[in-house]
């Protein structure tokens, strides 16, 4: 089963995707159908044309709106009209997930609640068609794993029905803060729309990997055109490719050693305050880890145990806060050696919905997963369960894993 890899070249928008697809081989029945089946046929016209940007050909999806009635959909109707439907369980999860990531966003924009959102430009029939033809395209193809580039957000102002926003807007800005999503800064301080909440709705949605595969070949690919003008290529590209990542961690150490080094000291002369202040902001500047307890010192004082193992580059860094930010007169130091298995950090769908969770490679190959405490916390405060009940029921229902960076 193939990969595919979407390219933001340099933002992403839901009509450039959909262009994409279509070059990529996409049918348009395949991207029409579920508007069909969803009763939306009489309400649009779609059309596919071959065009430029900056001499690189490729596809420009256009949707022609020819119910010009002044309908303003909510994110009930949407909803309504998804659930209703005879779409195949898999894709109407997806287009599902893709509005109500969107409806959420907007509800917090605005400071009501998801369900009471009015769709604008979202719930424009061109979007509509955007969303649902991107989905069914990703079906249709129904790739083992999606990677993306990060996409670059530009500068400047738009147009909208709320009036003339700032670029980004505030729906790109929520959905990109409650997906972990990382973006490029603009180097060249681009002004104009590149991503739109529509295109980052997808790519936080459909994306499983929001990186670069570290090895991998293309097998064929796609090319969408974007209606804005630049000095360089607007578009974005959609790769069939054969990803190598098991290979490639395979060819890894695991566990892997890395040099490290342990500092600590004894202190008997500063508050438990100070003391727990101090540790802190060890924990903050990055020491691997921290421990520290009570300990009987000298003259029958109560002092405590402080140990940081920290990363070799940074012991300067670190043997200079202990001076700054603690009484110690001394600090005790010694390179050692770790064993460590290979892990990386992610989110996980779940009954909760996304959580926050880390994954762990065995030197068998099986690989763990354990949702973040911080998350565990926070659901067992929310849903007034058990710690044992809330990991419980993450481990059962936990599916569709999104990486946020590579096994380290």
């Known amino acids: 089963m193939e990969d595919v890899l979407i390219e933001c070249s340099p933002g992403i928008s839901g009509d450039m995707l959909l262009g994409a697809f279509y070059d990529l081989g996409v049918p348009k029945k395949v991207i029409e159908q579920p508007l069909i089946d969803l009763g939306l046929k009489d309400l649009y016209q779609l059309e596919f044309k071959e065009s430029k940007s900056c001499s690189i050909r490729g596809i420009k999806a256009k949707v022609e709106n020819i119910d010009h009635r002044p309908i303003k959909r909510t994110w009930r109707s949407i909803k309504e009209l998804i659930l209703n439907s005879h779409l195949e369980d898999k894709l109407k999860k997806i287009i599902y997930e893709v509005f109500e990531s969107l409806a959420i966003a907007e509800g917090k924009v605005h400071g009501i609640k998801s369900e009471d959102v009015h769709f604008h430009e979202i719930g424009a029939i061109d979007s509509l068609v955007d969303v649902i033809g991107a989905c069914a395209a990703l079906n249709y193809l129904n790739p083992k794993k999606v990677y993306c580039n990060e996409p670059m957000l530009g500068k400047g102002f738009v147009q909208t029905e709320h009036g003339k926003l700032s670029v980004p807007p505030p729906a790109v800005i929520e959905l990109i803060r409650q997906k972990n999503i990382k973006v490029l800064s603009s180097r060249d301080s681009i002004e104009g729309e590149l991503s739109t909440p529509t295109g980052i709705a997808l790519l936080a949605n459909l994306v499983n990997y929001l990186e670069l595969p570290p090895k991998y070949s293309i097998n064929s690919y796609g090319v969408g055109i974007g209606n804005l003008k630049f000095s360089f290529p607007n578009l974005v ?23 490290i080094s342990v500092q600590e000291a004894w202190i008997d002369d500063q508050t438990p305050e100070d003391i727990s202040n101090f540790v802190e902001k060890l924990r903050i500047e990055g020491a691997c880890d921290v421990s520290y307890q009570a300990i009987n010192m000298k003259k029958n004082r109560i002092g405590f145990s402080i140990q940081a193992i920290v990363p070799i580059e940074k012991k300067e860094f670190f043997r200079r806060l202990w001076f700054d ?10 390179t050692q050696y770790r064993w460590i298995l290979l892990r990386r950090r992610g989110e996980c769908s779940t009954t909760f919905g996304n959580i926050k969770v880390k994954q762990t490679l065995k030197p068998d190959g099986s690989i763990t997963m354990k949702p973040e405490n911080d998350e565990v916390l926070r659901l067992k405060l929310k849903h007034k369960i058990s710690t044992y009940e809330i990991r419980k029921i993450i481990k059962e229902s936990s599916k569709k894993f999104k990486a946020f960076e590579n096994w380290k």
């Not at 069939?240 to 150490?253: A, H, L, Y």
């Not at 930010?325 to 010694?334: A, D, Q």
């Open 237 to 259: 590209r959609v790769y069939k490719i054969t990803s190598f990542e098991d290979s490639s961690i395979n060819e890894q150490i695991n566990p892997k050693c890395e040099e």
């Open 325 to 334: 930010y603690s009484n110690t007169i001394g600090v005790r130091e010694r």
